[in-house]
């Protein structure tokens, strides 16, 4: 049988030469990946800032609910999702379901907790006197949430990260509502898995060195970004 | 109204639109199978000859028979691939599945480590292979699934006179409630992995252990290069481990939205002359996987 070296120096070759398989799967991935985050962070980088800026009744409640949902199992939103997505479920009659936009939809409530809930903690842990101050400069309240927003854009950048790295890397919503059909929806991590089952490391192994460049360079920007203006 | 809100139905709107787009210039009919169809290769080699002919691109879900009936009961595919006689019959008598044809058979094979431990290679009977397993104690990884594959282990244990363990499965349904007992045979040796084919046999090759498999699967681990197992058939040939394949339209009454149109062509396609050439002539490691069976319209 395939001895781990055989596999490793497979698995290189194949990552070397652009393995149009190896390509195809990084592809579908890094476009889900992408989606779901514009998506959540579109939603979910206002509603943190809403919550972190404004005094409500039952904002504790909605606090402890969003750090709850941060460690979510991938599986139970993938069950969730797939429930409504069904024919025979609510939201059946949208034929989302082993769709790429319906996997996407799923990683969007995956990701919204972290984006929301990151943003939240950082802007809250700005300096509490810049909206005050933008204010009283004779800013509009929409824009006094904007440079708050942007005073904050670190902490909320790393949010986007590590709800970028959360789909890349994650297999449960693209199992059970993708349904890994190949050439559909079949995306790097369902693609390891199926791999695995049939006994061919080499290139399960090739799609686990793309998945860790990928985590590696996302991280690599992030620290440019933050030390360009650090200075 | 926020600006972001625009932004958010935008990217909604662009998100429904590529999803019409790629419905509207090709047309997908989905199909789900078992995991052995697919694991075999067997799908991947005949499924660009049926794209090329009708424009129609298959999209292969593979779940193991009773994973891949309940979608179809569901409504979330067009057409089933599949092999538990019983089970498919049941489907169809529902009012769910139409057009039941036989597509193509192999035969399960008991495989395990070469050396044997349990004595199953000298079993008169797959059942007595079963029983020896049981005595013995022998390490044995069972799909535990609901596969077809895992329907006829099931068969096996009630079969061979060993110590079993009845579980009522109790599953709603259109039509209400449904029972059905599932059993598995006592003792610590005996592993459920709840997954598909090819991990029951990988897995099995890990453990040291037996378990029942379809010869396409076998094959195509056994023989690919390098091998995916060193693990051998112990027992083989006897009437009662013979596999059917069937493929079933789901009745587009009661599932208007489902591609019936398609299923129908991909029905006529694979039993006929041409496919079933293909089926008799894929092989991996020059053993034929699949034996084409598909009868005539009309003459089941």
């Known amino acids: 049988m395939e001895t781990f070296a055989d596999a490793l120096r497979n698995a290189l070759h194949l990552v070397v030469t652009l393995d149009p398989g190896v390509r195809e799967y990084a592809g579908r991935s890094l476009l889900i990946a992408s989606a779901a985050t514009v998506v959540a962070s579109v939603l979910g980088i206002p509603v943190g800032v809403l919550i972190a800026e404004h005094r409500f009744r039952g904002r504790r409640a909605v606090v402890v609910i969003l750090n709850t949902l941060l460690g979510i199992p991938t599986v139970v939103v993938g069950l969730v999702v797939y429930s409504f997505l069904s024919r025979s479920g609510p939201l059946g009659g949208s034929g989302l379901l082993f769709t790429v936009p319906g996997i996407v939809v799923g990683e969007v409530l995956l990701i919204l907790p972290i984006v929301t809930a990151f943003t939240l903690s950082a802007v809250a842990r700005t ?24 005073e904050s854009r670190f902490g909320v950048l790393a ?18 509502v993708g349904g890994n059909a190949d050439h559909f929806t079949r995306t790097m991590t369902t693609a390891i898995v199926v791999n695995v089952d049939m006994g061919r490391t080499a290139l ?28 | 109204m926020p600006r972001w809100v625009g932004v958010v139905l935008c990217a909604l709107a662009a998100l429904a639109v590529s999803r019409d787009s790629s419905g509207a210039t090709e047309q997908i009919l ?85 050396e044997d431990g349990a004595g199953v ?5 797959p059942g007595e292979a079963f029983a020896r397993i049981a005595r013995a104690g022998h390490v044995f990884v069972s799909r535990g699934d609901g596969s077809g594959t895992h329907l006829k282990e099931q068969e096996l244990w009630r079969r061979s006179g060993a110590a079993l363990e009845r579980r009522e499965v109790t599953t709603i349904v259109k039509g209400g409630e449904k029972t059905f007992e599932s059993v598995r045979p006592t003792g610590d040796w005996y592993f459920e992995i709840g997954q598909g084919m090819g991990k029951a046999i990988t897995a099995a090759t890990e453990r040291r252990g037996c378990t029942l498999a379809d010869r396409g699967t076998y094959y195509a ?36 939205h489902v591609n019936f149109e398609g299923a129908r062509k991909y029905i006529e396609w694979i039993t006929s002359p041409e496919a079933q050439r293909m089926i008799g002539e894929y092989r991996v490691g020059g053993k034929l996987l699949f034996h084409p069976g598909a009868m005539p319209a009309g003459s089941e």
Do not use: C
């Not at chain 2, 290679?121 to 009977?125: D, E, I, L, P, Q």
């Not at chain 2, 006897?238 to 394949?245: G, H, V």
């Open chain 2, 30 to 114: 989905v199909l789900a199978t078992t995991t052995s169809t697919e694991n075999s290769g067997l799908l991947a080699e005949i499924h660009p000859d049926f794209e090329r002919r009708f424009g129609i691109r298959v999209k292969v879900v593979a779940k193991g028979t009773g994973a891949s009936l309940q979608l179809a009961r569901d409504g979330n595919a067009d057409v089933v691939l599949v092999h538990a006689p019983e089970e498919e019959e049941r489907f169809v008598e529902e009012g769910y599945g139409v057009m039941r044809r036989a597509v193509m058979h192999n035969d399960f094979v008991i495989i395990g480590p070469e």
């Open chain 2, 221 to 256: 681990l056994a023989l690919a290069r390098p091998p995916r197992t060193d693990l051998t058939i112990l027992y083989e040939g006897d009437e009662r481990l013979r596999n059917p394949y069937s493929v079933i339209a789901v009745n587009p009454r009661g599932q208007p």
């Open chain 2, 121 to 125: 290679g000298s079993a008169k009977t």
């Open chain 1, 159 to 176: 949010a986007v990260i590590a709800a970028y790295g959360r789909v890349v890397s994650e297999v449960g919503v693209a199992m059970i």
């Open chain 1, 204 to 231: 399960a192994l090739a799609l686990g060195m793309v998945l860790l460049a990928v985590s590696l360079s996302i991280n690599v920007v992030f620290q440019l970004l933050q030390g360009e203006t650090e200075e």
């Open chain 1, 127 to 150: 300096d509490r006197d810049v909206r005050k101050t933008t204010l009283a400069l004779g800013a509009s309240g929409h824009q006094a949430l904007w440079t708050v927003a942007v």
